[in-house]
Structure formats: structure tokens, C-alpha cells
């Protein structure tokens, strides 16, 4: 609703007027006043006075925000509340209104202090309705609708290189009335999303940055943890826009259009300065008394200069770079780098903190210093705040030059006069001195300086009680102990000097003005300097032509030959003086003639520095002017304010323009004009797109291009990228003329600069717009609301077809927001995915359409009710690159139905054991349709009552669970211990329950979903684990056979399906979790003990076959019905292979052989066959592996097979286990490897001595003697 503003007189204590009390009508009942259903109760009752209801105008005024304006003197009121103004006198018959007057039945008056206007006037006068019920004595005021206007415009741009949102400012106009306007909200929006952010997306996001009206336009720089629409922090190489949204107090707020776009980007900081120090050197009172110094960072490449900034202590801590940055140009002291490591600097006396205010005693403050960066691809950097101080006066005050006068024609200090008032206290003073300061330094001339200076270079003064005139003596010097001479510009100081118990203390005057002494030629033609030495930068070719110097001529020129405009870097300025000026080469100055008028010099290309450099951008400059006198004199001017030149203007021009023709509307549709954006956008406003015929591409220029109307070009804001722009139906060539087929064209584009300097692109080739497949646009596009489904269905759309139809394809009917149909056009209507438009073949003939339930609209949203849309129509024609599109229809808002959908996939089950509801768990998922649902009802429905229950019983039950609508796809609700089923009994174990959800619209609509499966909470056992549980080896398998396990069943195996097996390595651990994952399980059946072997295929839970003499460990789930399983504590198991060696094997030697024998070992199971290898003793390293390699391939290895006599014989003329014959002479050692299927086991050696000639005593371990 509009938002009324009434009542704009406010109650005001006046001049008291007699009110007869004939005119005030007593009412049977008091009168009552009501604004929009609200009552008003002022302090002064409404009356009513001849016939009209007066109300008191204070409480109006206080609720509707008008501002009042009292002229005591002529006893009247002005009301102001947006464009309107009313005023009124009190007791005048008539009133004005807009600087109209209107007649009032019943004058203004005062009645007991109160001002009481009539109600019927001030309302209706403001747009609002008033009601009277005489029986009632009611006055009802109703408002009419205002609501709030959006912005103008909105403008991005960014003010830094951080990369975040600190570098983005947003500004735009205030809407013309504000009273309604509760907030602005500032909404950045990535570019790629910018033409599909709507109001209600805008009303329904919370990320934003908020600005209080404030009566005028606003701009808003936002922070580093401002976000887009989308909750992502603002970051570098994005494109963004912004949009404001016009928040109402009441009613309809309003969003603005889309800024252009501005892309953030980053850069690296320069580095600061250190060591920042700050301290009070003198008694000025201003900011002379400060001297600041600061070391330099080791790399100074990338820095420009310094800012020296001020602040007062109170402010310090929350002084930010971007405040530095943003801290105006008065309000902060340059200083030029230098070679030095160390800079030191005195401010002046015209410096400013930080706020603006000059720089005073008794305020504490902190310095600061910027390092200001040099180029675009670095930021400036901000040091940390010196110790804070405050400046202190003298307790003596200094004395006040009155002034200084060039007396005589000496040539020395004998011409220099000087007057000055002496100081307020001088009793404690003691004397005074004088200094002389050349003009180019006075300005860093301190209280320190003076005070430490050598008394050579001063001229002392005695105290006289009076104000003082003295002239100085032949022989004084300035401060840099030069002799005082014509032709040098001088200022003067004074210090007193303080006595008895002030002294040591100090007080310095302020200098004098300039004084240059002259007449030192002795001809009378004396040569005066010139004045007022100015500088500006006033292009950027980057050498002196940017360079422009003004001064003032000297005051008498008769002896002046000329002058010579000399640059000289800030740094030495201070040591430059009129014997340096005279010396300069005749190459490094601009000669300037007299003109008898002051000058302005703009310098040439070829312009250079006193040190025969040529003047560039980046360098400090201060200038001076040399006085050339006639007669070989010369005076040389103060110099002039520093500066440095910039490239602060350069435009670059477009480039690569080329054009298309891209449709047959005839006009300026067609073209689409595509450009590569200027290499350095930086100084940027935008472009214009220029098209020019052909004939006259030749002859156009920038300062023709410079010259077109606004309306006879097209103007495109600049995106940070290449652009391709169509133009609008209505643009036109740079003549004026429409642009249409047929004519030969070229197209320009201009790089419109934001210092006022432009640029011109080369012309595209050159192109003639044809109509080769016309496609004309539907007409006549209308739109009715035809049902009540709430979903497309509802709308109807009619439209006349298009004249021509035969390159028409088909049309395409899109809905569109009609928030958003402003700013729909042919190239988003042509990006419309297909299942968010409607395809409609042409018939020949005007078309009407009824849309379908799952009609969308161009955003993919279900067409629904309470939503405006505007309908368009897309002519799609047979060439892929021809289409047009119709204008919009009128708005259309369907009937809102407020239906509700049921939900679906209700589904429930057990979960817990309490034996209540809080065991039973409900599952279901969102209705398609649940905009105006405001809840779910969870209803839990005997399964014996199911067949009745319905929609309308369900929504008179009392006994459910509530669930808000929280926009989730999926609900899991457990119900709790108290919950009841429809017929109010507790749910409870044995029961069987059908679950049932309904949907609660917010307008008294209900769904009801289907019943879920049935559900019958029990309360379940504890499954419980296995007892004794072991695992052996028990075969010779060598696999899962050799595993014998064995355990007690469980105590009690009511809730226990089954028991599964899982052997694991023994390196690992099995839990409850993992068991219940893995598959890898031997299964065993409850209701007996278990004990058996595995089988062979049986494999560990890595899904690898059980292997001998590896560690395992045994597990057992039990396995649970419902609820919860069990796992046992494991049991370790290792199989092992039982192969082994022979015993009481002997070696002997009987007539020149060796016999040996052996038992079978006591379990010979695991093995095939026996090998017997005699091996010299002295052979080392005979080990398992070398036996088992000698077994299967040398013939000199004895094979004894199971069951065969176990004794074999190595004969003379056998070979050992190396190959040689078998000798008496060599000791031997038996081995015997026992061979099994997946083992080898080597026996101990058994040595066999050196052979007797007695057969008998050839035993094992005896050596035989020789026969």
C-alpha cells in the first residue's frame, strides 16, 4: 500500500488567539480519529468548530515523519513532507499549497496552546480519504497507496587493488521522496547472473550491505567480507554489477536497474616505511612545530613519493589504508623519496590533520606514512603510527614581524631593514635575533635550526621595551653563512631568547614575506623577481609539453631583458639559488620574453632540468623564474609548489572493429557491432559506437567524432572485456539519419576519457544491411487468468500471427517475470532452454494457447499463482539466424488458489526399544507443490481403522505430531515417549500402525498423503555374543582346512539370525562397524555349538587364502533380527607345517664306502622323500636353500622314497656333494633334507672321520685309520 503522509501542521505553541466559545460544539461523545485502523491520542482532544473536526497536529506530525517550520514573528507554520509544502497562518481563511492558495471553511487557530487545523482539509489535500460516523463521532483517515520509486541509477567502480570488497564503491541518486523509504540494500550480483536477479530474489536474500536514507545521494564503499547474492566473498577477475533495492516502510519496495559491469582485480602492495617518529621542534603553534622522519624500505622502485598524515591520537586506532587512501589532498604532507636511507621533513604552517583541521597545541596526535605507489600494478602501502604527541607552547610568546624593507644600494646587509612587534612578555626576554633565510628554504627554517645555528649567522638585538627597527650591519649572513646580497630572495625570522628562570626557553616568529634586495649596479636600473610561480599538469606526452607554469610579472619590468623558466628536482630546490640560476646552460631553461602582462608558459617536448634532463613523468619538479636583467643583473623568484607529472588522462583507442548483419528488422537491429576494448580502460568513461556512410568514413576525424549528438551515436559502458553490442531499433547514423538497409556503412568507435581527452578507433570494413529472410514479430500478444489449478493451466494466451509467415518455423510463447520483462530481449529469448518455453506450430491463422500443468517460465520456475508474468512470442524463423520477437503482453497475476500438495513417500519403522512412541521413526518427502504449506501433521492410524480414515478426519484430529515447513527436500522425524495414534491412545508395542502425513496450508487448505507401509513396534532382545571361542591347527592341508574352530552358541539366540566367521591377520583388529561391512565371512547356523574346519577355499578378510606360519585371529558376529549385533573377543590362531627331519642318522666308513642309515622322523605325514648329500667338511655356506637346489637336479644326491630301506651307501666311485671322487683323505659331513609338499627340512651335518682298516670300528664320529 501507498503510504499516506497527512497532517503536516505540527502543534506549535503560539501567540494566543480568543476563541469564542459559541464556535466550539460540545460533542454527545468525545471525537475519535483513526489513521489506517490506528487511534491517534493526542494531549489536546479533536473538537469540532462550526460544523468541522479540528484535530490537534503535533501527534500527526509525529507519526508521519513531516518536518515543521515556526515564524514566531508573522505566527505561521510551514509543513514539508516530500514535494509538497503547506502553509498556514494562524487565523487566515486561506492556506497555501505549493504556492497555491486554497480556501479553508475553517482557519487555523489556537486553541488552549494548541494549534488545531481542520482534519478534512489536511487529509484530503495530501491524498487521503476521510470517513465521518456521526452516530459513532469517528474520523477514520485512510491512506491511499504510495509506494517507494526505485533508484535512477546505480554506479560501480572500483577505488582499489585489494581484491576483495574493499575495493568496490557503489553510489546512486536518493529517490525523490524518502519519507517512505525504510533502507537502502546494496546487492552485488556476478555479471554472468546480473539479468536474472528479480525483486523477490532480492527481498528473500540476506546478503547485502544496508544505507540509511539521509536526504541525499549516497555512495558506499564496502568491506573485505561483503558478499555477492550468491554468499561468496567478492574476489579479484570477477565481473560484478549491483542492484539497490528501495526498502518501503509500507507497502511495495522497488529495485533499481543493473550497474555496469566492474571487474576487482589485485595488485602488490609497495613496502612501507619504518621507523616513523614524530617530534614537537618549535613554538609556532602550528605545523612548523612538528618534524617527522622515517627510514626508507630497501626497494623503492615501485613507490612515487610519500604522504605524511596527521592523526589524532583519539582516531589512530581505527586509521586504515583505506582511510589513508581516501584522506583528501589538503589534509596530508608529500615528500619525495630520495637516495638517502633516512628522510626528515618539518611540516609547514599551513598543515592539516587528518580531519581538516590545522594542525594546533594541547591535541594529541599520531603521524602516519603512505608509501604511494607508482603504477597500476602495485597499491599503496601504510606504516605504523609513531608514538603520539602533543605540542606544547613556549612560555615565552615570539615576536611579530611587521615587515622588511630594501633601504639603501649597498649590496649587502646594509639594504635590509627589518621591523618587527616585540614579544607580549619581554620581561622574560632577554635579547632577540635575527635570521635571514633564503626563500627557497624558509619553509623547513625551525625553532631547532635556529636555536642551534652559530651566532655569525645571526644579528643580535638587545630588548628596549619598545617595537623594534633595525638595520642590519655590512657584514651579516644569512643562515647558511653567506653573505647578505641583491638579487636573493630573503624571508626574515625573529627568535626571542628567554632569561633568568625562562631561560633556555625559545619562541620564533613566523616568517616574513619575501624580500629580494636591489640597486647594487650602481645605474639605477634595478631587476626585480618575479612572483606567484605556479604549476599544473596539463597533458600526458609524458615530457615538458605536460608541464604549463604561470607567474606573476615583476612589478617594474623597465630593467628586464626577459625571463628563464627553470625545473629544478624537488630535492635540490632548497639549495638552489640565484649564483646556481645564473650558471644554468642556456639548453637547460625555457626562455620566456616580457610581455607587460602576467605569464603562462605551457614547456616543449624537448624541455629539460636545470641538470640537462629531460623533463618526465614520475620525477618531483619545483620551477623557478629568473629575472634576465637588461644590465647584467638577475633576481631570481621563489620557487614554485612541487610537482609531478602523470599519466593521469592517457585514452587509448578500440580496436579490430568489425560488423555483422544479424537480423531483418530494417533498422538498427541488424547491426551488431563488435570491438577490442582499449588496451588500459583505467581513465575510462566508456565508448560510442559511431556509424558513419561510407563515403564520408575517409573525412571523419576525432574532433568531428567529438562533436556528434547524443542522439546519433550509441554509448556502451565499458565491461573490462572485448564488447559486441547490437544496436537499438532507433539508432542512427552520425548525420542523423536512421539507420536502415541498403546504405554502406562504417562503423567507428570513440574511447570517451574521463578527464575530457578522447580517442578514435580505425573504421570497420564497410557493410550494407540487407533483408535476405525476413521474420516478422507476432502481434497483439493478450493473456487471460481461465482456470483455477494454480499452475500453468490457468493461462491462456491469444496473439496474431505475423504478417509474413513463410520463414517462420514456429513461434515460441515465454513467460517472463514481470520484473524481469524490461530487460528481456531477442538474445535472451533465443537463450531459453526448451523446456521453459511453450512450441507452438503456425496454423495461417491468429493463435490461442492454453498452457499445460508443467508450463515453466523463461527461469525454469512452474508458472503459479500470486507471481506477475508478461507474455512474449518468439517468431523462430527457418534460417538459423533470423528470429524476431513480439512486444510483451500486459502483466498478469493468476488468482491464488493457496493449494497445498500431499506429501510422499511416507514410510516408517522401529528403531528403539522403550516400548512408546519414541521407537517409531517417519520418513516422508515434500509435496510438489508446498508454497503455502505452513506444516506437516504426522498421524499415526490404527491399521484396523485405515479403511475409513480420510482427508477431513485427519484435519479435526487433535492427536498428531507437528512438523514446520522448513523447504527441505526430505523429513526424518522420530515421534516421542507421550505420542498418541488418532484415537488419542499412547503408541505402544504389539500394535500395528499405518502412518499418514498432512499437509497444513497456511489459508486453512489441507492434503492428505497415502498411508505407509504397516508398522508393528516389539521390543527386540540384545543379541549377545559366542563363549569359548578357539581356533586350532588341525591338518596338514595347507589351507583353510588345517583352521579347526570352535565356540558355545550364544546364552540367548531369540534376536540372533545367524553367526558369521571372520579369520583376520593378526597385524590387524575387527570392529562391529567393519564385521558388518565385510563379506568376507563364514556363515554358521544358530541353534547348536560349532565345531569345524574350515574349508579349503576359506580366505582372511583382505580376501587372501590362510597361509602356514602366519598369525590370525578369529572373530564371531552375532548377528542381530533388529537392533543391534554382537562381536566376540578374538581368538589367535597359527598353522604351522609339520614337516621334519630323520633321526639317529649315522655316517660310517666300511672298506672305502661310506654307509649311512636313519629312522623316520615320528610324524612323517607332511613328507614325500628323503635326499642324502654327503658335503666335504671344509665346504662352507651348505645351507636349506643350496641342499633343496642340489636335491631336484645333482646326480650325486641319494633319493630315498617312503617305505624304502633307510639306508643308502656312497661307493668309492661316488662323487660328493661337490663332484669329486670320494677320498679317505677328506673329512665329510652327511646331510639329509626332508621333502615335503609345501616344506623342505635340512638336517644337522653328521661328520664322518678318516677311515680305519678294521671295518668294525667304523662308527659315526671316529676317525678310521688307513689300512
Known sequence: MKKLWVMLVAVLMVVSLSLPTAQVQAAAKPISVYVDGVKLNPLQPPMMIKGRTMLPMRAIFEAFDAKILWNQKTSTVTALRDDITIVLKIGAKTATVNQQTVALDVPAQNLKGTTMVPVRFVSETLGAEVLWNQQTQTVNIITSETAVNPVSYVTARTVGKNGDGRDLEVSFPKVQRETNVS???????????????????????????????????????????????????????????????????????????????VTLSTASPVNAVSGVKASDVSDYGDGRDISVSFSQPSNTGNIQNYRIMVVKTKDASSFSLNAANNVASANYTTV???????????????????????????????????????????????????????????????????????????????????????????????????????????????????KNLS?????????????????????????????????????????????????????????????????????????????????????????????RVSFTRASDESSIYGYRIMVVKAADAYYFGLSDANKVSSSNYTSVNKTGYNITKTLDSNARDVDGQLIRNGVNYRVFVLSVGAYGTNALSSYSPAITLAGNSSVSPATNVSVNDVADYGDGRDLQVSFTRAADEGNLNGYRILVVKSSDANNFNLSKANSVSGSNYTSVNRTGYNITQTLPAGARDVDGHTIRTGVSYRV??????????????????????????????????????????????????????ANEEQNIREYRILVVKESDAAYFNLTDALAVSGPNYTSVNKTGGNITRTLAADSKDVNGRLIQSGTKYKVFVLSVGSADANHALSAPSQAISLSQTFTVGPAKNVAAKDIGD?????????????????????????????????????????????????????????????????????????????????????????????????????????TQLPASPVKDLRANDAGDEHNGKDMKISFTRADNEANIKEYRIFIVPGSKDLNLESALASDQFTRAQVGSDFNKAMSGSTKDTDNNALAEETPYKVYVLSVAKSG????????????????????????????????????????????????????????????LKTAANKSGSDSNVKIVNLDEA?????????????????????????????????????SDPIPVTTAKTDSKAATQGKKQLKP
Not at 650591519?473 to 627568535?495: E, H, K, W
Open 183 to 261: 533502507e537502502y540494500r546494496v546487492f552485488i550480483v556476478k555479471s554472468s547472473n546480473a539479468y536474472g536477479f528479480t525483486l523477490s530474489q532480492a527481498l528473500s536474500n540476506g546478503y547485502y550491505s544496508s544505507v540509511r536514507p539521509n536526504g541525499s545521494d549516497q555512495a558506499i564503499t564496502l568491506s573485505a567480507q561483503s558478499r555477492d547474492v550468491n554468499g561468496e566473498l567478492l574476489r579479484a577477475n570477477q565481473p560484478y554489477t549491483a542492484y539497490v533495492l528501495t526498502v518501503a516502510k509500507k507497502g511495495a519496495s522497488a529495485l533499481s536497474g543493473v550497474s555496469p559491469s
Open 336 to 450: 619525495s623519496k630520495t637516495s638517502a636511507a633516512t628522510i626528515t621533513t618539518t611540516l609547514s604552517s599551513g598543515s592539516r590533520d587528518t580531519s581538516g583541521e590545522y594542525i594546533k597545541n594541547g591535541v594529541s596526535y599520531t603521524v602516519f606514512v603512505l608509501s604511494v605507489a607508482n603504477g597500476s600494478n602495485a597499491t599503496n602501502q601504510l606504516s605504523a603510527g609513531s608514538a603520539s604527541f602533543t605540542l606544547a607552547a613556549s612560555p615565552i610568546s615570539a615576536p611579530v614581524i611587521t615587515s622588511v624593507e630594501d633601504v639603501s644600494n649597498y649590496g649587502d646587509g646594509r639594504d635590509l631593514m627589518v621591523r618587527f612587534n616585540r614579544s607580549s612578555d619581554e620581561a622574560r626576554v632577554g635579547s632577540y635575533r635575527i635570521f635571514v633565510v633564503k626563500d627557497s628554504k624558509a619553509g623547513n627554517f625551525s625553532l631547532s635550526d635556529a
Open 455 to 547: 651566532s655569525s649567522y645571526y644579528t643580535e638585538v638587545g630588548k628596549t621595551g619598545y617595537n623594534i627597527s633595525k638595520t642590519l650591519s655590512y657584514g651579516a649572513r644569512d643562515v647558511d653563512g653567506s653573505l647578505i646580497t641583491s638579487g636573493v630572495a630573503y624571508r626574515v625570522f625573529v627568535m626571542a631568547v628567554g632569561t633568568g628562570s625562562y631561560y633556555g626557553n625559545y619562541a620564533l616568529s613566523s616568517p616574513s614575506y619575501a624580500v629580494v634586495l636591489y640597486g647594487n649596479n650602481g645605474g639605477g636600473s634595478d631587476v626585480y623577481a618575479p612572483s606567484n610561480v605556479s604549476v599544473s599538469d596539463v597533458s600526458d606526452y609524458g615530457d615538458g609539453r605536460d608541464l
Open 748 to 801: 567507428f568507435v570513440l574511447s570517451v576519457g574521463a578527464y575530457g581527452t578522447n580517442a578514435l578507433s580505425a573504421y570497420s570494413p564497410a557493410i550494407t544491411l540487407t533483408g535476405n529472410a525476413s521474420v516478422t514479430p507476432a502481434t497483439n500478444v493478450t493473456v487471460s487468468d481461465v482456470a483455477d489449478y494454480g499452475d500453468g493451466r490457468d493461462l491462456q494466451v491469444s496473439f496474431t500471427r
Open 914 to 1018: 522403550a516400548g512408546n512412541g519414541r521407537d517409531l521413526q517417519v520418513t516422508f518427502t515434500r509435496p510438489d507443490n508446498d508454497n503455502d504449506v505452513a506444516q506437516y501433521r504426522i498421524i499415526a492410524v490404527k491399521f484396523t481403522q485405515t479403511g475409513s480414515f480420510n482427508e477431513k478426519i485427519a484435519a479435526n484430529l487433535s492427536y498428531f505430531k507437528a512438523v514446520e515447513n522448513s523447504n527441505k527436500g526430505s523429513y526424518e522425524v522420530a515421534l516421542d515417549d507421550n505420542a498418541r495414534d488418532s484415537d488419542g491412545d499412547l503408541i505402544r508395542n504389539g500394535i500395528s500402525y499405518r502412518i499418514y502425513v498432512l499437509s497444513v496450508g497456511n489459508h486453512n487448505s489441507y492434503a492428505l498423503s497415502t498411508a505407509s507401509e504397516a508398522v508393528t513396534l516389539d
Open 1124 to 1183: 543391534n549385533s554382537v562381536l566376540s573377543e578374538p581368538a589367535a590362531v597359527v598353522l604351522r607345517d609339520t614337516t621334519s627331519v630323520p633321526a639317529n642318522i649315522t655316517a660310517v666308513w666300511n672298506n672305502g664306502s661310506i654307509d649311512v642309515t636313519f629312522k623316520k622322523p615320528a610324524d612323517d605325514s607332511q613328507v614325500q622323500k628323503y635326499a642324502v648329500m654327503l658335503v666335504p667338511a671344509a665346504s662352507k655356506g651348505f645351507d
Open 1206 to 1242: 633307510y639306508a643308502v651307501t656312497f661307493k668309492a666311485e661316488d662323487n660328493d656333494i661337490a663332484g669329486n671322487k670320494i677320498s679317505d683323505k677328506t673329512s665329510y659331513n652327511i646331510y639329509i633334507l626332508s621333502i615335503g609338499e609345501k616344506k623342505n627340512v635340512l
